[in-house]
Nanobody
Framework: VQLQASGGGTVQAGESLRLSCVASGAIFEVKDMAWHRQIPGEQRHLVAKITVDGSADYDDSVKGRFAVSLDNAKNTVYLQMNNLQPNDTGHYYC????????????????WGRGTLVTVSS
């Protein structure tokens, strides 16, 4: 199973970006998909998460500005980021709790490589 994120870049404060992350491989079922942010010297923390039934949770710092969505058919999660601010800067990682059926059923949280978002003031 692989997760591939894209969509990062450099923007000015107040602008928008849309991140995408697609899961591929021997997937039996995607349970949820999430976005996390990490800046140097700090731990990675959850920004937004969505389950396959559409239930979404957000970090308080992004509520009202970010929107997470999931295309179940494409195993793809999106993060629409509006009104970006300098403290949104960081590497954004997607993760997914995925069930596989390779001889036996198992669940595991897979991680993709980060995509860098830089917001200048």
């Amino acid at each position: 199973v692989q997760l591939q994120a894209s969509g990062g870049g450099t923007v000015q404060a107040g602008e928008s970006l849309r991140l995408s992350c697609v899961a591929s491989g021997a997937i039996f079922e995607v349970k949820d998909m999430a976005w996390h942010r990490q800046i140097p010297g700090e731990q990675r923390h959850l920004v937004a998460k969505i389950t396959v039934d559409g239930s979404a949770d957000y970090d308080d710092s992004v509520k009202g500005r970010f929107a997470v969505s999931l295309d179940n058919a494409k195993n793809t999660v999106y993060l629409q980021m509006n009104n970006l601010q300098p403290n949104d800067t960081g590497h954004y990682y997607c993760s997914s709790n995925i069930a596989t059926m390779l001889g036996h059923y198992s669940e595991y949280r897979y991680w993709g490589r980060g995509t860098l978002v830089t917001v200048s003031s």
